[in-house]
């Protein structure tokens, strides 16, 4: 009896062992594809084209990462995920990275172990309203209906919004973006609330976009990055270092058109170490040399990922902003490649 | 004849355990309850060791933390800046008060078209099979849907209710609004009485004037059924039943009007104000689509077990009731559903508690359930899932256990008495 208690204890303990988390960074490249967590389809961000290829600003950044890692932009899995539905799927291992207009948090960061490894849209919670309402400022918004998507923070700050300003609301929670539209256009709320990138894209989506306008008001600061699990450190630096080589790039003046060009040599020695042309950067974290140049080709560089998926000519016609690189009175800012 | 082969005492050898009948069964229970408690094990210790791996620790305590969010369908006191606790009792009181509704609306639809499907008239019982066949194979999920994208798209907005030659109008002389917002109703109020008790430190409240309205119609409804027995007795003694309705509409009417009347009653009706209506009840369309479809849905399963129970019934009942000159309604009633209910009420138990747990695809429509709250936004916001699905599930297993135990109670009452 003694024995089968021990080999029970045993194969309990080889199974339990078998559960522990090896380097994600093997995992992908043993696979061959990168499980990357992107938004149910948020046009501009994340969203099937006419020809089911995924597209967008987040996916761009799961491209760039596949094609670093991979060598390959197309070997990337997209997950689609909730609100409510990611962090459980980037915890238990079902994606490897979340690039999903997540907004990086105390609590997200700390508490549920996770590692933002840097900012690629810099946004804020505003409030859609029909025209038709004849409401200017969200400070009106007194007893109105309030469609939000349930498990961000954007129902966080949509309380303390309306509980700061002693007003009333009628909070209707809603799962995904395609059902807030449905009810919003239906008339069911007065008013959308998201990250205001996340109200262009809905509203660019509409059938008479002029009839709705995004309120001036922007409730709360809303730094959207891609994230990963705590304790794959090596993993966290090979995304956090690809997002920085995108922004380097747009600061260094590599683009897709020119980065063949420049990936013969150069005589700056930031752009060489860049694209592996001096130095071993890929090599320190488990890449080749040529990792940041694939990267970059991927899609081309920070900007050109913008201005393709959200920028001013596009329907979501987003303006750089606070999204412009620092040089240009923007935040967005890398470490040095050196 | 002699028992020859007696076994022999005293030499039990190892081998007896599995060749032996004698203690055979008694290994392999064995066996198999070790087995059992490896599996248990085995997943309890992965948890642990997987809350370790990832860091986590396992505890209740952000329970008492502020939840931060608001609920817009709320039965008891609750703001953003109460507790996860709180806002997980109001999901739970969400969720009873869909399967309450639920349940009893199955129960009416179900007898009704059950009845309806053994019809003689053959269109009649063609209708109540189509209905059957229809909510029942089609998965309940997208009745939800379907009642909701109905509710959202074929009724007005508010601003249609607005201006000099309004797109919709209130029904019902003005007192009912509906919307796509959901249905608004007259409210009950109280002018005068005695106001509010507040319980547990002011975590709860009651309402006395409603504790008195229904204590005063409990004891009409009593005093009612009373005269009802007055008269059997009558009856029996003298074979003329006296006539009782007016005293007994009487006991039940007047005392609860008169004290509606001392306690000034009087209904708030929704009027239109800033984004929408204000006032009254507001049944939004998450809890009338939700209501709706788990009613529909559970009705035809109800209506089948319906059937089964009235057809478990020999025709002789039927036709000896006829010859002793019942009419076919006294028939039904008299005669077939109380010994139809004996067949029905077990099935009837399963169906209560599929509703209930059914209503937890709630959030498919946004309406704030126990899975709403507790299950989706506390989860997320402490990202807590752990705790916070081993509570969910406690909560659902006590609520099927209560709803099992009472009506395993009624059961027992109506089944056959065996003596």
């Known amino acids: ?338 | 004849m002699t028992t020859a082969t007696e076994p022999s005492k005293g030499s039990f050898r190892l081998s007896m355990l599995l060749y032996d009948t004698r203690y055979r069964s008694t290994t392999i229970q064995v066996v198999a309850l070790l087995g059992f408690m490896l599996a248990a094990a085995w997943l309890i210790n992965n948890v642990i060791e997987n809350l370790a791996a990832s860091g986590k620790t396992f505890d209740y305590r952000f329970l008492w933390e502020p939840a931060g969010y608001d609920i817009n369908q709320r039965l008891i006191e609750y703001n953003s800046q109460s507790t996860h606790a709180r806002a997980a009792v109001v999901g739970l009181l969400n969720t009873l008060l869909v399967a309450a509704m639920g349940c009893v609306t199955a129960t009416v639809i179900g007898v009704f078209l059950g009845i309806l499907r053994l019809s003689r008239n053959w269109i009649v019982s063609r209708l109540a099979a189509v209905y059957v066949e229809a909510f029942r194979n089609v998965p309940v999920l997208l009745w939800i849907v379907l009642v909701m994208a109905i509710a959202i798209e074929f009724f007005p907005a508010p601003r249609d209710f607005k201006g000099e030659n309004p797109a919709a109008t209130m029904k019902f002389f003005d007192m009912v609004a509906i919307t796509n917002r959901g249905v608004y109703l007259p409210r009950p109020q109280f002018a005068n009485g005695f106001g509010d008790v507040v319980l547990f430190g002011g975590a709860w409240s009651l309402n006395l004037n409603v504790v008195a309205v229904l204590a005063v119609l409990i004891a009409s409804f009593w005093i009612s059924g009373r005269i009802r027995r007055w008269a059997d007795r009558v009856q029996e003694e003298t074979g003329d039943r006296p006539a009782t309705w007016h005293m007994r509409l009487a006991v039940i009417v007047l005392p609860t009007a008169v004290l509606l009347w001392a306690l000034g009653f009087h209904f708030q009706y929704p009027v239109l104000k800033g984004f929408g209506f204000k006032g009254g009840i507001h049944m939004r369309n998450s809890l009338l689509a939700l209501w709706l479809a788990l009613s529909l849905y559970t009705g035809a399963f109800i209506a089948e077990n319906v059937r089964a129970g009235i057809m478990a019934i020999s025709k002789g009942q039927t036709e000896a009731a006829a010859a002793l000159g019942l009419r076919p309604g006294k028939i039904m009633r008299l005669v077939i559903l109380p010994q139809a209910l004996r067949v029905i009420v077990p099935p009837l138990i399963s169906q209560y508690l599929n509703l209930t747990k059914n209503s937890s695809l709630a959030i498919a429509v946004g309406y704030m359930d126990i899975t709403g709250t507790l299950g989706g936004i506390t989860l997320n916001q402490t990202g807590r899932e752990m705790e916070t699905l081993l509570l969910l599930m406690l909560c659902y297993l006590i609520i099927s256990l209560s709803i099992s135990a009472v009506m395993n109670y009624y059961n027992e009452k109506t089944k056959l008495k065996e003596r």
């Open chain 1, 1 to 338: 009896m003694k024995k089968t208690i021990l080999l029970g204890a045993l194969t309990v303990a080889g199974l339990a062992a078998g559960t522990a988390a090896a380097a994600t960074l093997d995992d992908v490249k043993a696979r061959g594809k990168l499980n990357c967590g992107v938004s149910t389809g948020l046009v501009g961000f994340a969203a099937p084209d006419a020809s089911g290829e995924w597209a967008g600003y987040d996916v761009a950044i799961c491209r760039a990462v596949a094609a670093a890692v991979l060598a390959d932009p197309t070997a990337v899995e997209f997950v689609p995920t909730t609100g409510k539905t990611r962090f459980t799927a980037l915890a238990s291992g079902e994606v490897d990275m979340l690039a999903r207009n997540t907004t990086w948090t105390f609590t997200r960061d700390v508490d549920l172990k996770f590692e933002f490894v840097g900012i690629n849209y810099y946004d804020g919670q505003g409030f859609m309203v029909p025209k038709s309402l004849g409401v200017t400022s969200a400070k009106d918004l007194d007893g109105a209906t309030v469609c939000i998507q349930t498990g961000t923070t954007t129902e966080l700050n949509l309380a303390d919004f309306f509980r700061s300003n002693n007003m009333s609301y009628e909070p209707v929670p809603i799962e995904t973006n395609a059902e807030a539209q449905q009810q919003y256009l239906a008339g069911a709320c007065d008013t959308l609330t998201t990250d205001a990138s996340g109200l262009a894209a809905t509203r660019a989506a509409f059938e008479n976009p002029g009839d709705h306008v995004v309120l001036p008001e922007i409730i709360s600061k809303e730094p959207l990055g891609p994230l990963v699990r705590h304790g794959d450190q090596q993993w966290g630096d090979i995304v956090r270092w690809t997002l920085n080589a995108l922004i380097t790039a747009e600061e260094l003046g590599i683009t897709s058109a020119n980065i063949d060009e420049l990936a013969k040599g150069t005589n700056n020695p930031e752009i060489n170490r860049l694209l592996g042309t001096e130095g071993d950067l890929g090599g320190m974290f488990g890449l080749d040399k040529q990792w940041a140049y694939r990267a970059i080709k991927a899609g081309g560089n920070f900007g050109e990922i913008f201005e393709k998926n959200i920028g001013e000519n596009t329907p979501l016609g987003l303006s750089r902003g606070l999204n412009a690189l620092w040089t240009e009175g923007g935040l967005i800012y890398s470490p040095p490649f050196r």
